[in-house]
């Protein structure tokens, strides 16, 4: 453990584990709002997505990776390489796992992948809100008995309890280092990339179970609207694999297609801090998931990994 005296503090964390243990949703508490994807659909995170927290004497830069899942096609290998190459960057590595589940095939996988690294490697226990206390020190053994964690900390995400403490265990680890972002900076990720983002999540809480993995979104244009300046246009394509997925996003007469903006736009302009004018389309690109071109169109480039 490197330890500063009395120093700024400073390192990459990054956050690991099978999908949908909640990654995402301590990504956006610990950095006090939306950044990264939530979804009740696993494997929702595609691209890995830096969040920064910056305290009078740390700042803690997370990294949110995809659920780790043997890859079934190009884009699965993708997020495969980019969780395992943040392996590489870090000082400590968080290993999330889910307090209202045993521990599976899934999570042994991610634990495997991760054998034999010279970091410090933290047990999150996540949901403990779903489970009873005294349920907690039999879970988090079970885990333990799995792998040789450096810290075991239970937290709840979603209501925030025990968060502030993990926090504080990881600045512990964190060696001396500059300050990388300015204070006031969460993310380093452009409005663009969360602007995508947010379009696609609530397009895959609105569709059925076959659309999710098949979704991406293109921001074509964000600019000042040209009637009224203080109004941002945003113009964004919803690329789908499928003529019959279309119909879905689309919905009857365009009333999904129509709902997917009206909820994008209320968290658009959270982000943007102004009235925004959202235009949807949408697009069928055959089997995008597994063509190289596609992938690197749409925003999935692995050379930057």
């Known amino acids: 453990m490197q330890q ?22 301590f990504l956006n508490r610990v950095v006090g709002q939306k950044i ?5 659909k696993p494997q929702t995170t595609r691209n890995k997505v830096q969040g920064v927290v910056t305290n009078t004497d740390s700042q803690m830069i997370f990294i949110d990776t995809p659920g780790i899942n043997e ?9 495969l390489k980019v969780a395992k190459n943040t392996f590489r960057e870090v000082d400590v590595l968080l290993f999330v796992a889910s307090a209202d589940d045993r521990i599976g095939k899934q999570d042994r996988f991610v634990l495997e992948m ?5 970091v410090p490697v933290f047990l999150v226990l996540n949901k403990i809100d779903q489970v009873h206390p005294d349920e907690l020190p039999k879970l988090i053994e079970s885990y333990r008995s799995e792998y040789d964690f450096t810290e075991a900390i239970p937290i709840s995400a979603l209501q925030g309890n025990n968060v502030e403490n993990l926090l504080a265990k990881i600045t512990e680890y964190l060696p001396e280092g500059p300050q990388y972002y300015p204070a006031d900076q969460v993310t380093d990720h452009p409005e663009r990339f969360i602007i995508s983002e947010l379009i696609r999540e ?17 921001i074509e244009k964000i600019a000042p609207d040209s009637d009224n300046e203080n ?8 690329m789908v694999e499928r003529d019959s997925q279309k119909g879905i996003v689309i919905g ?3 009333a999904l297609l129509k709902e997917i903006g009206s909820r994008a736009r209320k968290d658009i302009e959270n982000l943007l801090g102004s009235k925004v004018y959202l235009e949807l389309w949408v697009k069928v690109q055959k089997d995008w998931r597994n063509k190289a071109v596609h992938l690197r169109d749409f925003g999935f480039r692995d050379d930057e990994y």
């Open 252 to 254: 009857k007469k365009g």
């Open 114 to 118: 991760i054998k034999g690294l010279d």
């Open 231 to 238: 109004m941002i246009r945003v113009q964004a394509t919803i």
């Open 202 to 218: 609530k397009a895959l809480h609105l569709t059925r179970e076959e659309i999710p993995h098949s979704i991406a979104v293109v």
């Open 36 to 40: 990264a994807i939530m979804s009740d």
């Open 71 to 79: 890859p079934r096609h190009k884009l699965g290998d993708f997020m």
């Open 4 to 25: 500063g005296n009395n120093g700024f503090k400073s390192g990459f964390i990054s956050i690991i584990g099978r999908p949908n243990v909640g990654k995402s949703t």
